[in-house]
């Protein structure tokens, strides 16, 4: 201060002196008075005997100090006063210039104070901090001025210019200093790497940051860079629904640089470096629709793309299921399975061509077609290879015998044989599908396979073709048993097995101890049948001749013995006056139950029509009737093997239905043999003047007459005949007659099959009863056709409607041709037909049933 001279210094300086000599009058007063407390405080420390420090600064020299500073604080006061109209006027002048100053600040603030939304924050802070170091300055620099006109009484009006300035940057500093949390986190989440971006969580933090700007004072809304912020929160909300979709599993790198190409962004973005601010980057909204071409399109190849994943999956672990056969080899089973997923995954890939977003995939794809046909073609050989090996190998493998009948073939199997096992071998190894398929040359193998056993299979088909056409009974044994049969052709007794499958009575043939002659034929239930004349083996060598012989000797001798028990029979029964058990047990049992029944129904036709062609009610052969009736229960009582038991049952159960039918014609007053309540019944009629024994019976049914046809058919049970079995009969007889079918229709378990079965062994039929089920072998279906074309036994198909209809189908033109064949038979005895590829007569006895369908078929 002492150094300073108003008169030499600046106009700053000055203003700045000036007010530094106010300031310190001011304090003036205030020290002047501390002075003196400090002088008495010392005084009564010496009274107190206070040892002071060496740097104690005594009140005497204090004084000396102040009474320095106020004569210096004078001198200066004095030349202020007499510079003072010197002063005022460099104080005038600095007012202006901090005027001006004021006046460039304002406007500069003007023009870049920070109110625009898009400015950065960091941006905006920056100004703020430089504009309010500024206004500080000048507001010091017009406080001075101020202080100085006031110390030298100048004209002083103070102005508040800068104080909305202050506030507006107060405000701003404010906003942004809020907003630039806002935007820090905002660049927080552009610096999110994509692969860690989970839209939900996005969402919620957005929708948290929005959250925060509308807690926002109200004062802080009115700038635009709170506004833009919002819009910019709000437009982030908004393409969140675009980032979720970009997040999809099906946008790949092709598809990401494919993006960046239709937004215009650089494309050398590496998808580990991505973030989620280049994702926003790419404009999502104005780009939405571009955007989503490119999802949709992702999303279409993710579906092709994964079922191609889908289909390599199942073809490389797919393993063949194999099972042991016979612990010989292991074979392929579950072929369905196979079939059925490799022609589903080849649909597929099929429709797959016809996507707009096949091309990506159109090499991969076309690969697993290519592989997927050669498994179908391969294994569609294989299945076949192993069907016919199975069957051939138990044929060839089953009797050493058939390698003497076929040399030739049973040699091919044995190369055969020994090939085929060998590639089950490396299947079994590794039982993939796909190593199956790189088996060197497995396709040519098996196809040349498939090939030599055909030519076998045909071979040995033409072989047994011609053993059955020597004996069409042959047709009802499949392949395997036949060939058991002619290759153990010397084992009567080996054979004896098989002969239920060709005759529907026999199950045993009876020789005597050299096994040199057969003398009769048993059923199963062990009644014995002895043939009129023993049948000389020596005379038969072939088996086909012998099996024919026994054929013959058993309708001949059924047709001798029921002349004689039909005789024995009238010489006492209806004849004597009373029927006794010494007549008709004796007679029961010397004659077969079979022939025991047939002799009834002769005799009762006969007594009856007797009584109605002279015009008289048959109360004669109802007595009969009633008598054997009685008789019968007596019997029943006893003791009695099992064969005679069951021929009392068959007695009853025909005497009862007799019985029902004569008290009908009386009851309903018939005395004509040609009324139609008797031509309805079941009528036996014996010629003994016939020339042929097989045509002495005639059994007939309204106006149709059938001969009996001599099957030995054993001791079945029998059917009790009633209204409902007599409309069935004569239905079923009346089709017959007319070369046409019959077809039951009704609920199951009402008899339908049993009536047909019923009808059979009333006219002496061989009845064959297929079930039409899952089962069905229709494969041999062609054969038993043949067989029963020539034999001229019956086919009942039970559940006919059951089967497929492919099936269906193929079965019903066989039987279709049967049908027009019978009926051209009428025309033309010697009419043949076509079926399974041969041409063959049809005997005239043949007749067909199907169970279950409500139409007739033939």
Known sequence: MEAFAPANSSTAAAVTFITFVQDLKKKTKTWGPMIELCANGEKTLERFRYQFPEDWLYSDQLRGEWSAYNEILKRKNDSIQEQLAGLQLKIVAEDKIVENKIA???????????????????????????????????????????????????????????????????????????????????????????????????????????????????????????????????????????????????????????????????????????????????????????????????????????????????????????????????????????????????????????????????????????????????????????????????????????????????????????????????????????????????????????????????????????????????????????????????????IMKHLKKMFAGISTIMLDDDLTEIRGMASREGEEVYFSEPILLKDFPKINDWLAKIEASMRISLADLLCTAVTELQAFYGTSAKLTMDQLMPWMEKFPAQLVTLAVQVAWTASVETCLEVGQMPEGPLETVHQALDLLADIVLQELNPVTRRKCEHLITELVHQRDVIRELIQQRIVDSKGFTWLYQMRFYLDRNSSDPLERLAIKVADASFPYGWEYLGVPDRLVQTPLTDRVYLTLTQALDTQLGGAPFGPAGTGKTESVKALGVQLGRFVLVFCCDETFDFQAMGRIFVGLCQVGAWGCFDEFNRLEERILSAVSQQVQSIQQGLASLVKNPNTEIELVGKSLKINKNIGMAQIGLDRALR
């Not at 601010?277 to 190849?301: C, H, S």
């Not at 099929?350 to 091309?359: F, N, Q, R, V, W």
């Not at 044929?395 to 030739?408: N, Y």
């Not at 060998?422 to 590794?430: F, L, P």
């Open 104 to 494: 460039d600040v304002l406007q500069e603030w003007e023009q870049t104070r920070p109110v625009q939304g898009s400015m950065r924050a960091d941006t905006a802070m920056n100004t703020i901090n430089v504009f309010e170091g500024k206004l500080n300055r000048v507001q010091e620099e017009y406080d001075l001025v101020c202080r100085a006109k006031e110390a030298l009484d100048l004209e002083l009006t103070r102005h508040t210019r800068l104080e909305p300035v202050f506030e507006e940057l107060r405000d701003l500093k404010a906003v942004w200093t809020a907003l630039s949390g806002i935007w820090s986190q905002i660049s927080e989440l552009r610096d999110l790497s994509w692969a860690t971006v989970q839209p939900r969580k996005l969402r919620q933090q957005i929708d948290g940051l929005l959250s925060s700007t509308k807690e926002m004072p109200t004062r802080m809304r009115q700038y635009a860079a709170f506004e833009y912020v919002q819009d910019v929160l709000k437009g982030l909300l908004k393409s969140n629904t675009i980032v979720s979709e970009l997040k999809s599993e099906a946008l790949k790198d092709r598809h990401w640089k494919q993006l960046f190409k239709v937004v215009r962004m650089p494309s050398q973005i590496a998808m580990p470096l991505m973030t989620l601010g280049n994702v926003y980057d790419m404009d999502l909204k104005r780009n939405e629709t571009l955007i989503k071409e490119v999802i949709i399109q992702a999303q279409g190849e993710m579906a092709l793309e994964e079922y191609i994943k889908q289909v390599k999956e199942i073809w490389t672990n797919y393993t063949l299921e194999l099972v042991n056969y016979q612990n010989k080899c292991r074979l392929i089973r579950g072929w369905d399975d196979l079939f059925n997923k490799c022609s589903e995954n080849l649909n597929s890939l099929t429709a797959m061509k016809l996507s707009p977003y096949y091309k990506v995939f159109e090499e991969e794809a076309g690969s697993w077609e290519e592989k997927l046909n050669r498994i179908h073609v391969l294994f569609d050989v294989w299945i076949d290879v192993q069907r016919q090996w199975v069957y051939l190998e138990g044929i060839f493998s089953g009797s050493a015998d058939i390698k003497h009948l076929l040399p030739t073939e049973s040699s091919r199997f044995a190369g055969i044989n020994v090939e085929f096992l060998t590639v089950m071998k490396r299947v079994y190894k590794s039982p993939f599908v796909l190593d199956v398929m790189n088996i060197q040359g497995i396709q040519k193998s098996l196809e040349r396979l498939a090939d030599l056993l055909h030519k076998i299979q045909k071979a040995l088909g033409e072989y047994l073709e011609r053993e059955r056409s020597s004996f069409p009974r042959f047709y009802f044994v499949g392949d395997e048993d036949l060939l058991e049969i002619i290759g153990n052709s010397k084992d009567i007794l080996r």
